[in-house]
Protein backbone atom coordinates (compact mmCIF):
# COMPACT_ATOMS: atom_id res chain seq x y z
CA UNK A 1 0.00 0.00 0.00
CA UNK A 2 1.29 3.66 -0.82
CA UNK A 3 2.46 5.69 1.86
CA UNK A 4 -0.18 8.58 3.10
CA UNK A 5 0.00 12.15 1.76
CA UNK A 6 2.69 13.28 3.59
CA UNK A 7 4.22 10.79 5.24
CA UNK A 8 7.65 9.13 5.34
CA UNK A 9 7.62 5.26 4.49
CA UNK A 10 8.78 3.80 7.83
CA UNK A 11 11.46 2.34 5.45
CA UNK A 12 12.90 5.60 5.24
CA UNK A 13 15.22 5.93 8.04
CA UNK A 14 15.66 9.76 8.52
CA UNK A 15 18.02 9.72 11.10
CA UNK A 16 20.52 8.94 8.26
CA UNK A 17 19.45 11.09 5.30
CA UNK A 18 20.65 14.51 4.58
CA UNK A 19 18.26 17.79 4.92
CA UNK A 20 18.52 18.25 0.73
CA UNK A 21 17.34 14.76 0.48
CA UNK A 22 14.67 14.63 3.38
CA UNK A 23 13.29 17.63 1.78
CA UNK A 24 12.89 15.52 -1.79
CA UNK A 25 11.25 12.67 -0.26
CA UNK A 26 8.87 14.87 1.17
CA UNK A 27 7.69 16.33 -1.80
CA UNK A 28 7.73 13.15 -3.37
CA UNK A 29 5.31 12.02 -0.48
CA UNK A 30 3.36 14.61 -0.95
CA UNK A 31 2.77 14.17 -4.77
CA UNK A 32 -0.82 14.15 -5.99
CA UNK A 33 -2.30 10.35 -5.59
CA UNK A 34 -3.56 10.43 -8.68
CA UNK A 35 -1.04 11.35 -11.19
CA UNK A 36 -1.09 12.22 -14.57
CA UNK A 37 2.17 13.69 -16.66
CA UNK A 38 2.56 17.32 -16.51
CA UNK A 39 4.65 19.96 -18.09
CA UNK A 40 4.61 23.47 -17.31
CA UNK A 41 6.50 25.25 -19.41
CA UNK A 42 6.47 28.60 -17.32
CA UNK A 43 7.66 31.00 -20.21
CA UNK A 44 4.46 30.59 -21.50
CA UNK A 45 2.98 32.86 -18.90
CA UNK A 46 1.22 36.79 -19.22
CA UNK A 47 1.62 39.55 -17.81
CA UNK A 48 -0.19 43.00 -17.66
CA UNK A 49 -1.22 45.86 -15.08
CA UNK A 50 1.17 46.27 -11.81
CA UNK A 51 1.07 42.31 -11.44
CA UNK A 52 4.46 40.98 -11.26
CA UNK A 53 3.79 37.58 -11.42
CA UNK A 54 3.13 35.81 -14.82
CA UNK A 55 -0.89 34.46 -15.34
CA UNK A 56 -2.62 32.01 -17.74
CA UNK A 57 -6.33 30.40 -17.86
CA UNK A 58 -7.33 28.55 -15.31
CA UNK A 59 -8.56 26.24 -17.33
CA UNK A 60 -5.17 25.26 -18.87
CA UNK A 61 -2.77 25.81 -15.52
CA UNK A 62 -4.93 25.40 -12.50
CA UNK A 63 -3.88 21.91 -12.35
CA UNK A 64 -0.14 22.75 -11.75
CA UNK A 65 -0.23 23.61 -7.79
CA UNK A 66 1.68 21.97 -5.07
CA UNK A 67 4.53 19.86 -5.02
CA UNK A 68 5.98 16.56 -6.68
CA UNK A 69 7.12 18.47 -9.17
CA UNK A 70 11.17 18.51 -10.53
CA UNK A 71 12.06 21.87 -12.42
CA UNK A 72 15.18 23.84 -14.10
CA UNK A 73 16.02 26.50 -16.03
CA UNK A 74 17.37 27.09 -20.06
CA UNK A 75 21.00 25.86 -18.90
CA UNK A 76 20.33 24.13 -15.55
CA UNK A 77 22.97 21.07 -15.38
CA UNK A 78 20.55 19.80 -12.55
CA UNK A 79 16.45 18.80 -12.24
CA UNK A 80 15.63 19.95 -8.80
CA UNK A 81 12.51 19.88 -6.58
CA UNK A 82 10.39 22.44 -6.94
CA UNK A 83 6.76 23.62 -5.26
CA UNK A 84 4.33 25.76 -8.03
CA UNK A 85 2.08 28.21 -5.99
CA UNK A 86 -1.28 28.60 -7.72
CA UNK A 87 -3.59 31.66 -6.72
CA UNK A 88 -6.57 33.02 -8.55
CA UNK A 89 -6.24 35.96 -10.54
CA UNK A 90 -8.72 38.91 -9.71
CA UNK A 91 -10.85 39.72 -13.00
CA UNK A 92 -10.00 43.13 -14.38
CA UNK A 93 -13.56 43.22 -15.82
CA UNK A 94 -16.68 41.35 -15.18
CA UNK A 95 -17.27 38.26 -17.36
CA UNK A 96 -13.27 37.91 -18.58
CA UNK A 97 -11.48 34.37 -18.20
CA UNK A 98 -10.84 33.06 -15.34
CA UNK A 99 -7.02 32.79 -14.81
CA UNK A 100 -4.51 32.33 -12.03
CA UNK A 101 -0.66 33.39 -11.08
CA UNK A 102 1.95 30.50 -10.79
CA UNK A 103 5.38 31.33 -8.86
CA UNK A 104 7.97 28.52 -8.63
CA UNK A 105 9.68 27.87 -5.83
CA UNK A 106 12.51 28.00 -6.45
CA UNK A 107 12.61 29.58 -9.45
CA UNK A 108 12.30 27.57 -12.91
CA UNK A 109 11.68 28.10 -16.37
CA UNK A 110 10.28 24.41 -17.02
CA UNK A 111 8.87 21.88 -14.78
CA UNK A 112 7.87 18.05 -14.74
CA UNK A 113 5.52 16.31 -12.44
CA UNK A 114 4.62 12.24 -12.30
CA UNK A 115 7.20 11.38 -15.29
CA UNK A 116 8.77 8.00 -13.50
CA UNK A 117 12.23 8.58 -15.94
CA UNK A 118 12.35 12.01 -15.07
CA UNK A 119 14.40 12.05 -10.82
CA UNK A 120 16.13 14.80 -8.98
CA UNK A 121 20.01 14.75 -10.42
CA UNK A 122 22.16 15.70 -12.98
CA UNK A 123 20.82 17.02 -16.70
CA UNK A 124 22.90 18.27 -19.83
CA UNK A 125 21.26 20.98 -21.42
CA UNK A 126 22.50 22.30 -25.29
CA UNK A 127 22.13 25.97 -24.99
CA UNK A 128 19.01 25.90 -27.16
CA UNK A 129 16.07 28.80 -26.39
CA UNK A 130 13.28 28.16 -28.82
CA UNK A 131 14.99 27.34 -31.81
CA UNK A 132 12.94 28.60 -35.44
CA UNK A 133 13.29 25.90 -38.02
CA UNK A 134 11.66 28.18 -40.34
CA UNK A 135 14.44 31.51 -39.87
CA UNK A 136 16.94 29.82 -37.90
CA UNK A 137 17.42 26.66 -40.73
CA UNK A 138 18.10 23.17 -39.36
CA UNK A 139 19.22 22.11 -35.48
CA UNK A 140 22.43 20.28 -35.08
CA UNK A 141 23.53 19.11 -32.05
CA UNK A 142 26.09 16.86 -30.41
CA UNK A 143 25.20 15.04 -26.83
CA UNK A 144 28.38 12.98 -26.10
CA UNK A 145 29.33 10.77 -28.86
CA UNK A 146 25.87 11.19 -30.53
CA UNK A 147 25.37 13.40 -33.27
CA UNK A 148 21.72 15.41 -34.06
CA UNK A 149 19.98 16.79 -36.56
CA UNK A 150 16.02 18.22 -36.03
CA UNK A 151 14.85 19.95 -39.86
CA UNK A 152 12.08 21.37 -41.64
CA UNK A 153 11.18 20.02 -44.95
CA UNK A 154 9.15 21.16 -47.49
CA UNK A 155 8.70 20.94 -51.47
CA UNK A 156 6.76 23.23 -51.63
CA UNK A 157 6.72 27.32 -50.86
CA UNK A 158 3.59 27.56 -49.00
CA UNK A 159 5.14 24.24 -45.96
CA UNK A 160 1.65 22.79 -46.73
CA UNK A 161 3.79 19.46 -46.94
CA UNK A 162 6.26 21.24 -43.97
CA UNK A 163 7.06 17.81 -41.82
CA UNK A 164 9.93 18.27 -38.42
CA UNK A 165 12.10 15.13 -38.56
CA UNK A 166 14.61 14.37 -36.02
CA UNK A 167 18.01 12.63 -37.32
CA UNK A 168 20.19 10.81 -34.86
CA UNK A 169 21.87 6.63 -34.72
CA UNK A 170 20.93 5.98 -37.78
CA UNK A 171 17.32 6.87 -37.95
CA UNK A 172 15.03 9.14 -38.35
CA UNK A 173 11.57 10.19 -36.91
CA UNK A 174 9.09 12.55 -38.16
CA UNK A 175 7.87 14.89 -34.96
CA UNK A 176 5.32 16.63 -37.07
CA UNK A 177 3.36 17.07 -40.49
CA UNK A 178 1.15 19.85 -41.38
CA UNK A 179 -1.01 17.48 -43.40
CA UNK A 180 -1.49 19.87 -46.33
CA UNK A 181 -2.66 22.98 -44.55
CA UNK A 182 -1.36 25.62 -42.35
CA UNK A 183 -2.14 29.18 -40.93
CA UNK A 184 1.46 31.19 -40.45
CA UNK A 185 2.63 28.01 -38.89
CA UNK A 186 5.29 27.87 -35.97
CA UNK A 187 7.98 25.10 -36.16
CA UNK A 188 10.21 26.04 -32.74
CA UNK A 189 12.41 23.25 -30.43
CA UNK A 190 12.06 25.19 -27.41
CA UNK A 191 14.58 23.10 -25.67
CA UNK A 192 16.96 20.25 -26.27
CA UNK A 193 19.30 18.06 -24.02
CA UNK A 194 19.04 14.66 -21.93
CA UNK A 195 16.79 14.86 -18.83
CA UNK A 196 16.16 11.46 -18.08
CA UNK A 197 20.01 10.94 -18.13
CA UNK A 198 20.45 8.15 -20.80
CA UNK A 199 22.96 9.77 -23.14
CA UNK A 200 20.54 10.38 -25.68
CA UNK A 201 18.57 13.55 -26.85
CA UNK A 202 15.34 14.70 -25.38
CA UNK A 203 13.26 17.80 -26.35
CA UNK A 204 10.83 20.14 -25.82
CA UNK A 205 8.96 21.51 -28.78
CA UNK A 206 5.94 23.75 -30.26
CA UNK A 207 5.41 22.70 -33.50
CA UNK A 208 1.42 23.63 -35.17
CA UNK A 209 0.39 24.64 -38.35
CA UNK A 210 -1.63 27.16 -37.27
CA UNK A 211 0.11 30.35 -35.46
CA UNK A 212 -2.21 30.41 -32.46
CA UNK A 213 -2.30 26.85 -31.28
CA UNK A 214 1.08 26.30 -29.30
CA UNK A 215 1.01 22.61 -28.08
CA UNK A 216 4.21 22.34 -26.10
CA UNK A 217 5.51 18.71 -26.24
CA UNK A 218 7.92 17.38 -23.78
CA UNK A 219 9.88 14.58 -26.08
CA UNK A 220 12.16 11.76 -24.05
CA UNK A 221 14.27 8.89 -25.49
CA UNK A 222 13.70 6.44 -22.51
CA UNK A 223 10.30 6.06 -23.81
CA UNK A 224 11.16 5.97 -27.72
CA UNK A 225 8.83 3.11 -29.25
CA UNK A 226 11.01 0.46 -31.23
CA UNK A 227 12.64 2.36 -34.03
CA UNK A 228 12.36 6.04 -33.00
CA UNK A 229 14.06 8.50 -31.09
CA UNK A 230 11.93 10.51 -28.82
CA UNK A 231 7.90 9.33 -27.04
CA UNK A 232 6.04 12.06 -26.53
CA UNK A 233 6.03 12.35 -22.54
CA UNK A 234 3.81 15.15 -21.63
CA UNK A 235 1.58 17.72 -23.35
CA UNK A 236 0.87 21.49 -22.57
CA UNK A 237 -1.88 23.35 -25.05
CA UNK A 238 -2.49 26.82 -25.27
CA UNK A 239 -4.12 29.40 -27.61
CA UNK A 240 -3.28 32.73 -28.26
Not at 85 to 107: F, L, N, W
Request: net charge negative; proline share 6%.
Amino acid sequence: MPAAKGVLPAAWDTDNVDMGTLALLLMLASAPPDCSPQLAPLETGSSSGASTLPFWRKEEAGAWGGSGWLGWTWDDARLQPVELIVRDRPRDVSGDEEYVTVQGRPDVTFAVRCIPSLTAGPIAAAGITNWSLQSDGPLRITLGTRDYEVSMQSARSDLTDARIVLAGDGRRQVLYSADGFVDEPHFHVVWAGDLDRDGKLDLIVNLHRKYSWHPYRLLLSSIAANGELVGDAALFETGD
